[in-house]
């Protein structure tokens, strides 16, 4: 696929810095100052790495100088006691140190997540140095010199060291580019997003949050041993924990989350602090004072108050006025797309609930409620707000365990699985509030649900090796013939952040369309919506029932469910009051009595 004209030009502004950065020696062609260019280099590789785990996955970490300083202390020691083994060699180990340091932090501290990881990863800022301190092997408080080690030859140096380094921070950066528009980093952005949409998009989210926290490892590792080889000296001094909060602010105020966003920043931060001469004692002054105010006035950073700005005039230059004389062209209206659905898990060919019961404290959201989807039905389940409607899909799905009852899909028991399981084992859903990745296109919302049931391995999605761009097309255009089901296809490059609310939900059918599922539960999705998108929602129901999808649809527009459904279960403080075919319950007085209203009950009700 080739580049779009926003594509073109944030790669030209890429170059062009770039080749701003290449010339800096020429201008300022001094060892010292070379040096200091080394040295902020080696923090922009750490800030790199930072983002891939609290930008792109959305972990929060406090912590990476903790495996900064893993990875340089690790390279000076290898260097001091072999000095013939070069930066190469120094880079390999000092990212292996980092990953498994990485690995053994994030193992348990993601269980927690939130507040709690980022006071871990704090903890272990602060714990590294003083280790360093009391450790022999590490030159106790004096750290570690390579200029003392007559042995030790820095080569590359100088001019060479610094185009090196800074050849790494570019194929750094271009492999966050990659990853981020890979199958995995789609897979990081919605955990970043929801951990609930993660999981209804079948994605193992603890498993997600740990590559994510590996791959950021590799990274503050690298830029360790640079920061070793380039300065030949490590010490407790230098990997303390302030600088764990210059690199935060330095993703923040560039740009948490974007792919050049800690690359701007590091270079801002970290390099006004290697020039702030008499004002250096106040850089944390200065340093927590723009921290502040970039997180109140510019959330975004720098870069993606950029990349916000130009969408913002994209999108109303979009929506302007075409003038006078100049008609807007008409709509063609082509007919939905035929929708096949998966061939259910195992043969299954209902989806049955079985006596399902939860609570929360003492009260009991769900008592006893039995339910079945048949595939090519769609059954209603109506009740008053706080009937336990939504409980009782989270039941369903995984993300609540029951506390008694069963939920099988045929003959298989799912209520034991994982909520990623059971989205993998064809149960797709929607949320009460739509759980959309706001910054993204309306189709790369719905492009991780194509991808799950194509074959492709993390190396070949973000190395574009084979089947890799293959299968990333074929994810792209199975997204487009949801979209074209749900009548979105045009908006498919609309960001979802600038759609009204209705149309989000409409998005949400077409992501869980995308998963190729069995059965399709839909938590209001005719909320918020106009009386032509309605009219749209039936005809996607209908060709969805049509399929052979089972349907399990909860809504308050009691006449759209009593006009569509096969069967409604009609809830009442967590119990089922009435099951049975739309007329029957029209004719039941107990329902009109506590949901209907007369209007909607038959004709020969009594109050």
């Known amino acids: 696929m080739g580049l779009g004209p926003a594509e073109r030009r944030r790669l030209g502004a890429c170059a062009a810095g770039a080749l701003v950065l290449a010339l800096a020696p020429l201008a300022f062609g001094s060892p010292y100052r070379l040096d200091q260019f080394d040295y902020i280099l080696s923090l922009v590789m750490v800030a790199i790495g930072l983002n891939v785990a609290t930008g792109f996955a959305g972990q929060l970490s406090l912590g990476p100088s903790a495996t900064f300083a893993v990875g340089g202390y690790t390279a000076v020691v290898l260097a001091n006691d072999h000095p013939g083994v070069g930066l190469a060699a120094m880079a390999v180990a000092a990212m292996a140190a980092a990953g498994v340091f990485g690995l053994v932090v994030g193992l348990p501290a993601l269980r927690v997540g939130g507040f709690y990881l980022a006071n871990v990863t704090l903890f272990f800022a602060l714990l590294v140095p003083i280790v360093a301190t009391n450790l022999s092997v590490t030159g106790r408080a004096n750290g570690i010199s390579l200029v003392a080690n ?52 079948g994605i193992p989210t603890y498993r997600a949050k740990l590559a994510a926290f590996g791959l950021s ?21 230098s990997v303390s924990v302030s600088l764990s909060i210059y690199l935060v602010a330095a993703c923040v ?26 004002l250096a004692q106040y850089e944390g002054v200065i340093f ?17 108050s950029g990349e916000a700005l130009r969408a913002a005039v994209a999108s109303y230059v979009r929506s302007a006025p075409l003038g ?20 259910p898990a195992g043969g299954a060919g209902s989806l049955v609930v079985s006596g399902a019961r939860r609570s929360f404290g003492g009260v009991v959201a769900v008592d006893g409620v039995d339910l079945e989807v048949a595939r090519g039905q769609l059954h209603g389940l109506i009740g008053s707000n706080g009937s336990g409607k939504t409980t009782l899909l989270n039941l369903v799905c995984g993300f609540y365990r029951l506390e008694a009852g069963q939920v099988r899909l045929g003959e298989a028991r799912i209520d034991h699985l994982p909520a990623w399981r059971v989205a993998r084992a064809g149960v797709a859903r929607t949320f009460q509030t739509p759980q959309l990745v706001a910054e993204a296109s309306v189709l790369d919302n719905v492009v991780p649900a194509a991808e799950r049931h194509l074959r492709c391995n993390a190396v070949a999605s973000v190395l574009r090796l084979p089947p890799g761009p293959r299968t990333a097309r074929a994810a792209r255009a199975r997204a487009l013939e949801a979209l074209e089901l749900v009548g979105l296809a045009k908006a498919a490059s609309e960001r979802v952040a600038e759609l009204p609310h209705g149309t ?40 969805m029932v049509a399929a052979g999808l089972g349907v399990l649809l909860v809504e308050h527009n009691v006449p759209l469910v009593l006009e569509l459904a096969d069967r409604v279960t009609v809830l009442h403080q967590g ?15 107990l329902v009109a009595q506590v949901f209907l209203g007369r209007e909607l009950a038959g004709s ?3 109050p």
Do not use: M
Not at 289 to 299: G, K, R
């Open 253 to 278: 105020i560039g740009g948490l989350g974007s792919v050049t966003g800690p690359v701007v920043g590091g270079l801002l931060v970290i390099g006004l602090g290697q020039f702030l001469g008499s």
């Open 504 to 543: 989000r939900r409409v998005v949400e059918v077409a992501r869980a369309l995308a998963l190729e599922p069995g059965f399709v539960l839909l938590d209001e999705p005719a909320a918020g919506l106009g009386q032509s998108e309605v009219e749209r929602l039936k005809s996607v129901l209908a060709s």
């Open 604 to 606: 020969g009700d009594q």
């Open 150 to 201: 007559p042995a030790f030859v820095q080569s590359p140096s100088g001019a060479a060291l610094y185009e090196t380094t800074l050849a790494v921070v570019g194929l750094l950066t271009l492999g966050c580019w990659a990853l981020l528009h890979s199958r995995v980093g789609r897979e990081f952005v919605a955990v970043r997003t929801s951990e609930e949409l993660a999981l209804a998009l």
């Open 575 to 589: 119990r089922a009051i009435a099951q049975g075919g739309p007329e029957s319950l029209r004719g039941n007085q």
């Open 324 to 343: 006078p004389g100049r008609p807007a062209p008409p709509e063609a209206r082509r007919p939905a797309p035929a929708w096949a659905p998966a061939p």
């Open 288 to 304: 927590g004072v723009a921290l502040a105010a970039f997180a109140v006035a510019l959330p975004q950073g720098i870069v993606g």
């Open 217 to 237: 490892s590799l990274p503050a590792g690298l830029g360790g041993a640079f920061y070793a080889f380039s300065q030949q000296f490590v010490s407790p001094g």
